[in-house]
């Protein structure tokens, strides 16, 4: 089954850290795309990080040198850490697996399985 479950969230002052997890089935995990995606209210879901099978790394500008991707292949779960937390990093984050298009990822957030979600409140 594809399942994805993030945990990790929850609030803290601005400056503070967070590492979010998300728990894939091996279904999910087995998938060439994964990444992390946050939606604030009134606002559009968007890319924050994202890694292929190969363990290559992409970023939204803003979070470069702030946030960190990464996946534990065999306990299934990929995390992000999150430091420099800014208020404008409040969001629902969400983890995403997507099986890609011959060797390529989605660019955008058009991935196929989701999690629910783990909400993300910062403070200042």
């Known amino acids: 089954q594809a399942q994805l479950v993030e945990s990790g969230g929850g609030s803290v002052q601005a400056g503070g850290s967070l590492r979010l997890s998300c728990a894939a089935s091996?279904?999910?995990?087995?998938?060439?795309?994964m990444g992390w995606f946050r939606q604030a209210p009134g606002k559009e879901r968007e890319v924050v990080a994202r890694?292929?099978?190969?363990?290559?790394?992409t970023y939204a500008n803003s979070m470069k040198g702030r946030f960190t991707i990464s996946k534990d292949n065999a306990k299934k779960t990929l995390y992000l850490q999150m430091n420099s937390l800014k208020s404008e990093d409040t969001a629902m984050y969400y983890c995403?697996?997507?099986?890609?298009?011959?060797?390529?990822?989605?660019?955008?957030?058009?991935?196929?399985?989701w999690g629910q979600g783990t909400q993300v409140t910062v403070s200042s």
């Open positions: 995403a697996a997507d099986r890609g298009i011959l060797t390529a990822c989605p660019r955008g957030t058009d991935y196929n399985y």
């Open positions: 091996e279904y999910s995990y087995s998938m060439a795309c």
């Open positions: 890694i292929n099978s190969r363990g290559i790394t």
